[in-house]
């Protein structure tokens, strides 16, 4: 029956001399002849002594009945062994000595050291898938709070948009209204600066013409002077002739009828000497008085000739003063124009932020919504894992 067997039997006596091989054992010996220290036709009769490097403790265990069956893994070469050692009796119950039977387990052991290690990488995947799921459906509700405070924050961003778009637009027509306000004020500044301009011209002018008055009413003084000298020539000429119509009506009474005729022209003489003294000493007086008016006149004109000539100096420096606040004017015009296409700018750009956010508030309710469907998978995920790790323990339960 042991001849037949496919299982390798190999049998020893007391002295643990090998006494049996079956064909079994015979072919696997051939096979890993090479790794044993004899050839494979010299182990029938060998003792197992020469496949132990402990011998003293392998004769301890299997000289004693009572330590069998024992069972050990060998190595031989790169393959591996199981031996099952049981004891052999008579039929009086003597110990006859050990039975070995014996397999190459090389592949077996492979087999499970694979199954071990794909068990163990399993493992490893099914604790990472679970740590994985458990993140994963950690950061899905994250995700769903953060999704929420999204759609809360970019309605409340484009609420905000939109009120900041109706405020630009609102600055925009103010800017808008001041910048209509400015080009009127600068039109009115441009008419002032020609008034203003026309006016300095003016005074020029009048400045000019008050010199030239004054230089005219100065001539009629110096002419008045001169009348006056000649009325004083006259005033002389006037009393000597009165001196002699006196002395000439002396002489006529002194020649008595003879003189008389003499006496009447020395008396007219002496009449129109009079009335020329008195004429002359009247137009002396006013001369005297057109002196002191045109003196008085000279000295008005040349106060309105320096009044004239400050208001041209207030004047010209008006008129730079309404240049510059032109050129300001000019300036703040274009600044408004420039706020006002800021303005503008800004409430185009309010208005796309608006719309981004209501963008992003759709966009936020995909998120959420892709949140709670990751959060589903995750569960879903989690109870695969634990299906398919019971079923594998029970797998190797059985």
Same mark, same amino acid.
Request: net charge negative; glycine share 6%.
């Given at each position: 029956?042991?001849?037949?067997?496919?299982?390798?039997?190999?049998?020893?006596?007391?002295?643990?001399?090998? /006494?049996?091989?079956?064909?079994?054992?015979?072919?696997?010996?051939?096979?890993?002849?090479?790794?044993?220290?004899?050839? &494979?036709?010299?182990?029938?009769?060998?003792?197992?002594?020469?496949?132990?490097?402990?011998?003293?403790?392998?004769?301890?265990?299997? @000289?004693? *009945?009572?330590?069998?069956?024992?069972? @050990?893994?060998?190595?031989?070469?790169?393959?591996?062994? *199981?031996?099952?050692?049981?004891?052999?009796?008579?039929?009086?119950?003597?110990?006859?000595?050990?039975?070995?039977?014996?397999?190459?387990?090389?592949?077996?052991?492979?087999?499970?050291?694979?199954?071990?290690?794909?068990?163990?990488?399993?493992? $490893?995947?099914?604790?990472?898938?679970?740590?994985?799921?458990?993140?994963? @459906?950690?950061?899905?509700?994250?995700?769903?709070?953060?999704?929420?405070?999204?759609?809360?924050?970019?309605?409340?961003?484009?609420?905000?948009?939109?009120?900041?778009?109706?405020?630009?637009?609102?600055?925009?027509?103010?800017?808008?209204?001041?910048?209509?306000?400015? +080009?009127?004020?600068? &039109?009115?500044?441009?008419?002032?600066?020609?008034?203003?301009?026309?006016?300095?011209?003016?005074?020029?002018?009048? /400045?000019?013409?008050? *010199?030239?008055?004054?230089?005219?009413?100065?001539?009629?003084?110096?002419?008045?002077?001169?009348?006056?000298?000649?009325?004083?020539?006259?005033?002389?000429?006037?009393?000597?002739?009165?001196?002699?119509?006196?002395?000439?009506?002396? !002489?006529?009474?002194?020649? $008595?009828?003879? $003189?008389?005729?003499?006496?009447?022209?020395?008396?007219?003489?002496?009449?129109?000497?009079?009335?020329?003294?008195?004429?002359? +000493?009247?137009?002396?007086?006013?001369?005297?008085?057109?002196?002191?008016?045109?003196?008085?006149?000279?000295?008005?004109?040349? +106060?309105?000739?320096?009044?004239?000539?400050?208001?041209? !100096?207030?004047?010209?420096?008006?008129?730079?003063?309404?240049? +510059?606040?032109?050129?300001?004017?000019?300036?703040?015009?274009?600044?408004?124009?420039?706020? &006002?296409?800021?303005?503008?700018?800004?409430?185009?750009?309010?208005?796309?932020? &608006?719309?981004?956010?209501?963008?992003?508030?759709? $966009?936020?309710?995909?998120?959420?919504?892709?949140?709670?469907?990751?959060?589903?998978?995750?569960?879903?995920?989690?109870?695969? /894992?634990?299906?398919?790790?019971?079923?594998?323990?029970?797998?190797?339960?059985?």
């Amino acid at each position: 029956m042991l001849e037949n067997a496919p299982t390798c039997v190999m049998v020893a006596d007391l002295d643990l001399k090998i /006494v049996y091989l079956n064909p079994a054992s015979r072919r696997l010996l051939q096979r890993v002849e090479k790794h044993l220290p004899i050839a &494979a036709d010299r182990v029938l009769g060998s003792h197992i002594d020469v496949f132990h490097k402990d011998v003293a403790y392998q004769r301890k265990i299997l @000289a004693n *009945d009572k330590n069998l069956p024992v069972r @050990a893994n060998i190595p031989i070469g790169p393959e591996t062994a *199981d031996l099952l050692v049981t004891a052999v009796y008579d039929g009086q119950g003597r110990y006859l000595g050990p039975m070995v039977t014996w397999e190459l387990i090389t592949e077996k052991l492979a087999v499970q050291q694979r199954e071990k290690d794909l068990d163990s990488t399993l493992r $490893g995947i099914f604790q990472e898938v679970t740590q994985h799921s458990q993140t994963l @459906a950690a950061s899905s509700q994250e995700l769903s709070s953060v999704s929420q405070q999204m759609v809360s924050n970019a309605q409340e961003t484009a609420a905000q948009a939109t009120q900041v778009s109706a405020g630009a637009e609102q600055v925009s027509r103010n800017v808008q209204s001041v910048a209509s306000g400015m +080009e009127e004020v600068n &039109a009115n500044i441009r008419e002032v600066a020609r008034n203003a301009s026309a006016a300095a011209k003016v005074a020029s002018s009048a /400045v000019k013409l008050a *010199d030239s008055t004054s230089s005219v009413v100065g001539k009629l003084g110096t002419s008045s002077q001169e009348i006056g000298k000649v009325i004083k020539v006259i005033t002389s000429i006037a009393q000597q002739t009165n001196l002699l119509a006196l002395n000439a009506t002396i !002489e006529a009474a002194r020649a $008595g009828e003879a $003189g008389r005729g003499f006496a009447v022209v020395a008396n007219e003489v002496k009449e129109l000497a009079r009335e020329t003294a008195r004429a002359t +000493e009247d137009i002396g007086q006013k001369i005297g008085s057109i002196q002191g008016d045109t003196e008085e006149v000279v000295n008005a004109i040349l +106060e309105i000739g320096a009044t004239i000539g400050r208001i041209n !100096e207030l004047q010209t420096s008006i008129a730079s003063s309404v240049e +510059e606040q032109t050129a300001t004017a000019g300036e703040i015009l274009r600044n408004v124009g420039e706020a &006002a296409k800021g303005s503008q700018q800004i409430s185009e750009n309010m208005a796309a932020v &608006a719309e981004a956010a209501r963008s992003t508030t759709e $966009g936020a309710g995909s998120t959420q919504r892709s949140a709670v469907e990751l959060a589903h998978m995750a569960q879903s995920l989690q109870r695969l /894992v634990v299906q398919v790790d019971t079923s594998d323990k029970q797998t190797r339960t059985k």
